[in-house]
């Protein structure tokens, strides 16, 4: 299994950002994808998940209104685009599978990790 998180980086305040999660090595379809994050010196925090059809999408509430959570099941791949960043929004950036069928997409406990990319807004 393998899921590999891309399109980190440096962003100012107020910009945008897409992170690519491209997944292998499972029925990407069958799963719910989702993406945490986790600042130096704090707990992970969820962020955000879809269903595995694509058609749920669940949002921590500080990101609400501000990202949005899409898949393509034929690339198998999650997208998160994050807009209006702002500094506290800095993290490192994991995506996740869960293979329950929960609705809302909670991600309680993923089954598979990946590694992390890291976002950096400054202000």
């Known amino acids: 299994v393998q899921l590999q998180a891309s399109g980190g980086g440096l962003a100012q305040a107020g910009g945008s950002l897409r992170l690519s999660c491209a997944a292998s090595?499972?029925?990407?379809?069958?799963?719910?994808m989702g993406w945490f994050r986790q600042a130096p010196g704090k707990e992970r925090e969820f962020v955000a998940a879809?269903?595995?059809?694509?058609?749920?999408?669940y949002y921590g509430d500080s990101v609400k209104g501000r990202f949005t959570i899409s898949r393509d099941n034929a690339k198998n791949t999650v997208y998160l685009q994050m807009n209006i960043l702002k500094p506290e929004d800095t993290a490192v950036y994991y995506c996740?599978?869960?293979?329950?069928?929960?609705?809302?997409?909670?991600?309680?406990?993923?089954?598979?990790w990946g590694q992390g990319t890291q976002v950096t807004v400054s202000s």
């Open positions: 879809i269903s595995w059809g694509g058609y749920m999408a």
């Open positions: 996740a599978a869960d293979s329950r069928k929960s609705l809302p997409p909670t991600m309680v406990v993923p089954d598979y």
């Open positions: 090595g499972f029925t990407f379809s069958s799963y719910a």
